[in-house]
C-alpha cells in the first residue's frame, strides 16, 4: 500500500465482507491504527468505488487526502494500462485542498473518495 521502496508492513484485520458491496478494514503498524471501508455500488453499467478512511482526529488530513487519490489513480492506471501517475503530482499540490476541508467543518470526520469504474 505504500508507494516507497522498503515502506514498512502493516497488519490488516477483515473487520466485515460483505460482497461484491463493502470491506471494512483495520491495519495497524508504524504509521499508526486505521480503519478503512471500501463501498462499491453499480449503475446503468458503472461501478463506483467509494474509499472511506474514518478518521479519529483530521490533524494529517493534508498528507493522507492526497496519498488516497495517488492510490486510487494508480489503481485506475493498472486497470487501463496506463502509466504510473507520480506522487509528486499529487503532493504537496494536493495538501492546500485537503487542510481546507478540516478547515470548513471543524471535526472532518470522513471524506470520502470515489472514482468510477467502468
Not at 483530521?58 to 486510487?72: C, H, N, R, S, V
Amino acid at each position: 500500500m505504500a508507494y516507497e521502496d522498503q515502506a514498512p508492513w502493516f497488519d490488516v484485520r477483515i473487520d466485515a465482507c460483505d460482497p461484491p458491496r463493502r470491506l471494512a478494514l483495520s491495519t495497524t503498524g508504524e504509521s499508526g491504527n486505521w480503519r478503512i471501508e471500501l463501498l462499491l455500488s453499480h449503475t446503468d453499467g458503472q461501478t463506483e468505488l467509494r474509499l472511506v478512511h474514518h478518521l479519529d482526529t483530521t490533524d494529517e488530513i493534508g498528507e493522507m487526502g492526497p496519498g488516497w487519490e495517488y492510490y486510487l489513480d494508480m489503481l485506475v492506471a493498472a486497470r487501463d494500462g496506463l502509466p504510473t501517475p507520480s506522487f509528486d503530482d499529487y503532493y504537496p499540490a494536493m495538501k492546500p485542498y485537503y487542510d481546507s476541508l478540516r478547515a470548513i467543518s471543524g471535526t472532518l470526520a470522513n471524506v470520502p473518495t470515489r472514482r468510477s469504474l467502468r
